[in-house]
């Protein structure tokens, strides 16, 4: 829900339940606990697609982070949000069934105090990137990106490294 082009979200207490509203400024100046979504979008040689964040990004501009993510508007679901994402990030239209819930994430100073459900897709369609939200992009594999990840990790945001290293605890895709 937007009030005069300022984005509004749920602020959710401690076990992710609804307990007010408040726009994007003010839950992220007091440090509220608040929604979004992360997506893991990996092609049929199981490379994930990565994006850099433009350079005008409010948090981990021009750091390399998820296929996508975004925040959950009020009055949205965290699959609603998902498919939002997808679209407005990467132009990408996954359809019931192709998104899957992986895992969900307590806030905590990575996630700037989100819960945040992670889902994974697969596709085989070349994506196209926002340039406004998206400076960069690329496919990798999960052996580059883990040394990589090693070598440089300032080069990604602190979301993605957390959100990266709990999807292979439990992702099947994780193994493949």
Known sequence: MKITDEEIFDVVDACDNVIGQASRVEVHS???????????????????????????KDVAAGL??????GHVDSGET????????????????????????????????????????????RSSQSLKTDPLEIMDSCWINRTELGRWMQEKPEDFSPSFLHLYALETLVSPLAST
């Open 30 to 56: 007091k440090g509220l606990f608040h929604r979004a979504i992360h997506v893991f979008v990996f092609n049929e040689e199981e490379e994930i697609f990565l994006q850099r964040r433009s350079l005008v």
């Open 64 to 69: 390399w982070s998820s296929s996508c993510s």
């Open 78 to 121: 965290y699959e609603e949000a998902a498919h939002r994402e997808l679209v407005e990030e990467i132009f990408l239209t996954v359809h019931a069934g192709q998104l899957d819930w992986t895992l969900m994430a307590s806030p905590c100073a990575a996630t700037e105090n989100e819960f945040v459900r992670l889902y994974c897709c």
